[in-house]
């Protein structure tokens, strides 16, 4: 039986109307549509989760994927990280999210121990390279590294599904239902 996996990308906070704001009901309603996708590709076999433990869309999708494994056991979550240095700049609380969501992933990656110019460019092809599916949360700016990660996953004929984060439109080339109603795949809570 084949395994399938994720990958997820997104704009950093500042690019949202909301910002850093979680507890704006913009941001809330984005992080349910993305739960419900993730809830859709756990449901339809999806197994393994990719992050790239950036701030904003990364870390949510992270734990969003950590609360699904205690429901659905046979979930990975694979942190990919450009570089050791990553979180060095952050604020003292998002490091410390960063880390703590570090600590309970099921492995972690780290392409380089310092940043280089081309680390979060890597880390995104990995990203793709590693995945069926990618959950894009994008404005469709083109010059970002969410536009560059998307662009890449279309080249490597990725599953895609995109949220606008404003409209929360959504853009995709599967629908949710159809992730439920796979047939090839039994995954029942607590299955493995």
Request: aromatic share 12%; net charge positive.
């Amino acid at each position: 039986m084949k395994k399938y996996a994720c990958a997820f990308t997104g704009h950093r906070p500042d690019r949202f109307s909301f910002g850093y704001d979680e507890n704006d009901e913009k941001c809330i309603k984005l992080k349910a549509v993305m739960s419900d996708w993730i809830t859709a590709m756990i449901i339809g076999g999806i197994r393994t989760f990719y992050s790239g433990m950036a701030l904003g869309v990364d870390q949510w999708a992270a734990e969003i994927v950590l609360d699904m494994k205690q429901q659905y056991s046979a979930v990975r979550l694979i942190a990919v990280r450009p570089c050791e240095t990553q979180a060095d700049s952050w604020l003292e609380e998002q490091r410390e999210r960063h880390y703590k969501t570090l600590a309970v992933c099921d492995e972690v990656i780290t392409l380089y121990k310092h940043y280089t110019r081309s680390c979060m460019f890597e880390r995104n092809r990995y990203l793709a390279d590693h995945a069926d599916y990618l959950l894009a949360v994008y404005n469709g700016g083109a010059k970002c590294g969410t536009a560059y990660t998307v662009n890449y996953a279309k080249q490597k004929h990725r599953q895609l599904t995109i949220v606008h984060p404003d409209t929360l439109a959504v853009e995709s080339s599967t629908t949710m239902d159809a992730f439920r109603r796979r047939s090839e795949i039994k995954f029942v809570k607590g299955d493995g």
